[in-house]
Nanobody
Framework: QVQLVESGGGLVQAGGSLRLSCAAS????????MGWFRQAPGKERDFVAA????????YYTDSVSGRFTISRDNADNTVYLQMNSLKPGDTAVYYC??????????????????WGQGTQVTVST
C-alpha cells in the first residue's frame, strides 16, 4: 500500500511563493507517476500538475502554467510543487496523488490510485 504525506502548505500573501512536498512510501517511488490536485471550498477537486516516473514529462492546468513547477526526487521519494506568483484564487487544499507507471488520463481523479491527506494553502490579498 502506498502512503503519501503532503507538507509545506500555509498562509502567504498574494505574489508570494510556497513549495509543497509529498513524501511517498510503500512502493518503489520511481514506479509511480505523480499528480497534484486542489480543492477550493465549495468546489470540485481539480487537476493542477502531473509528472511522469522519470520526471522528464510534466503537465499543468492552464491557470498555473508558468507560475507552478512540478518536480520529483526519486532518490528521496518525494514530489514537489513549487508555487510562485500566488494569487488568492490559488487558495485551496492541495492533494498529492499517485498511480503506477504510466500517466494516462492524468487530469482525472479516477486515474490515480493513491491520495494524500491534503495540505491547506491560503493566499491573502
Amino acid at each position: 500500500q502506498v502512503q503519501l504525506v503532503e507538507s509545506g502548505g500555509g498562509l502567504v500573501q498574494a505574489g508570494g511563493s510556497l513549495r509543497l512536498s509529498c513524501a511517498a512510501s510503500g512502493r518503489t517511488f520511481s514506479s509511480l507517476a505523480m499528480g497534484w490536485f486542489r480543492q477550493a471550498p465549495g468546489k470540485e477537486r481539480d487537476f493542477v500538475a502531473a509528472i511522469n516516473v522519470n520526471g522528464k514529462i510534466t503537465y499543468y492546468t492552464d491557470s498555473v502554467s508558468g507560475r507552478f513547477t512540478i518536480s520529483r526526487d526519486n532518490a528521496d521519494n518525494t514530489v514537489y510543487l513549487q508555487m510562485n506568483s500566488l494569487k488568492p484564487g490559488d487558495t485551496a487544499v492541495y492533494y498529492c496523488a499517485a498511480r503506477p507507471w504510466i500517466l494516462n488520463n492524468y487530469k482525472s481523479q479516477t486515474d490515480y490510485n493513491y491520495w494524500g491527506q491534503g495540505t491547506q494553502v491560503t493566499v491573502s490579498t
